[in-house]
């Protein structure tokens, strides 16, 4: 049963969205820990600051099956998929990482590229899998995430939000 990674981030009715798909993937994967929150601007387009953190949990699910749940949450607290990838959200789960897999030739963004892209994805992935190797690039989500940080520099604000659950990374 492989290890999942997954992104979680809303920009509309942040804190009870956040908190509501946390429940939801623990309700499927009892066992999950989540990353701290972090606070960032919107990517692509002007809208209000989202609300980010990583997700990881053992799923028996085929990759599709995991996608079309997880899809399923977002649907539940309001997520309509209208064509336009960019704009605010109630929220969006996106799966990283489905084991060590490189799902590219099937279609899937996995390992998802938004990994080495984006702040708000790879720092919270490398406070939950610190120690961890990108299967493509090979080096760790901490070396991953030193390397980019000094570009990025506070434009992650932490946020204060109990999910419920006790992983503690320090919010450094």
């Not at 704009?87 to 279609?107: C, F, K, N, P, T």
């Not at 490398?126 to 990108?134: A, G, I």
Request: glycine share 10%; charged share 25%.
């Amino acid at each position: 049963m492989p290890e999942v990674a997954v992104s979680l981030g809303a920009n509309i009715d942040r804190e009870s969205n956040i908190r509501a798909a946390v429940s939801g993937l623990i309700a499927f994967y009892p066992g999950a820990l989540f990353s701290p929150v972090f606070e960032s601007k919107a990517v692509g387009f002007e809208g209000p600051d989202f609300f980010n953190l990583a997700g990881i949990f053992y799923s028996d699910l085929e990759a599709l099956d995991l996608v079309s749940q997880l899809r399923g949450i977002e649907a539940q607290l309001g997520r309509t998929r209208d064509g336009n990838a960019l704009g605010s959200r109630e929220m969006d789960i996106d799966l990283l990482l489905y084991g060590d897999q490189i799902l590219y030739a099937q279609g899937m963004d996995v390992p998802r590229q938004e990994i080495l892209e984006c702040a708000h994805v790879l720092k919270p992935l490398s406070l939950v899998w610190p120690d961890r190797r990108h299967p493509v690039e090979g080096s760790t989500y901490q070396e991953l995430w030193k390397a980019m940080a000094l570009d990025h520099q506070g434009k992650l604000k932490p946020v204060r939000l109990d999910l419920g659950q006790s992983f503690d990374s320090g919010l450094g």
